[in-house]
T-cell receptor
Framework: EVRLLESGGGLVQPGGSLRLSCAAS????????MDWVRQAPGKGLEWVSS????????YYADSVKGRFTISRDNSKNTLFLQMNSLRAEDTAVYYC???????????????WGQGTQIVVSS | EIVLTQSPGTLSLSPGQRATLSCRAS???????LAWYQQKAGQAPKIIIF???ARATGIPERFSGSGSGTDFTLTISRLEPDDFAVYHC??????????FGQGTRLEIK
């Protein structure tokens, strides 16, 4: 059974930092790209960042570029999101998710974690 | 960036009725790259349709997806109480960024 378990969320002041983790199990982690997707209160889903299976290729939404860093430790089956210079508009539930596969037509998100809440407020 | 616009924002229907949800793309989209997700309150999204019309594993036949070009539709043929949720469409034609619609809330009338 595939499981994705996020942790690291919480309350942080504007300008602060947080590091999210996503522990994966039930599949061959290093074979799959991973994504972070967030959802602000009462809003839709927003893709945040992606990383390739080996970890050498990363992508970011313009809204977080230069402030967030995605990484992974394939030896520990864990995905990370380092978030710096946090703003009120980063307040959201953050989900880690994995696409069905590596082909472009498989880029839909098959598995999701339960999410971790980030609140950026003074 | 491909922008997806979902309509209506909220749809109020009764169990047993047919639901039709729309997702319009800002530019033409290969139908292989359109998905729909169901999200219940306090839960993560769940894939229901990918490739515009393929049901994900375990999804009942009352859910169907259709469309091409810029207009896509999710239809639920006969609503059951468990179907009332928020539905999101997603495009992955441009894998970076993948984008989502703003969601349609399907509520019990």
């Amino acid at each position: 059974e595939v499981r994705l378990l996020e942790s690291g969320g919480g309350l942080v002041q504007p300008g602060g930092s947080l590091r999210l983790s996503c522990a994966a199990s039930g599949f061959t982690f290093y074979n799959y790209a991973m994504d972070w997707v967030r959802q602000a209160p009462g809003k839709g889903l927003e893709w945040v960042s992606s990383i390739s299976g080996p970890g050498g290729t990363t992508y970011y939404a313009d809204s977080v570029k230069g402030r967030f860093t995605i990484s992974r430790d394939n030896s520990k089956n864990t995905l990370f999101l380092q978030m710096n210079s946090l703003r009120a508009e980063d307040t959201a539930v953050y989900y880690c998710a994995t696409p069905k596969g590596g082909a472009p037509s498989e880029r839909w998100l098959k598995y999701w974690g339960q999410g971790t809440q980030i609140v950026v407020s003074s | 960036e491909i922008v997806l616009t979902q309509s209506p924002g909220t749809l109020s229907l009764s169990p047993g009725q047919r639901a039709t949800l729309s997702c319009r793309a800002s530019q033409s989209l290969d139908s292989r790259y359109l998905a729909w997700y169901q999200q219940k309150a306090g839960q993560a999204p769940k894939i229901i349709i990918f490739g515009a019309s393929a049901r994900a594993t375990g999804i009942p036949e009352r859910f169907s997806g259709s469309g091409s070009g810029t207009d896509f539709t999710l239809t639920i043929s006969r609503l059951e109480p468990d179907d009332f949720a928020v539905y999101h469409c997603q495009q992955y034609a441009t894998s970076v960024p993948i984008t989502f619609g703003q969601g349609t809330r399907l509520e019990i009338k």
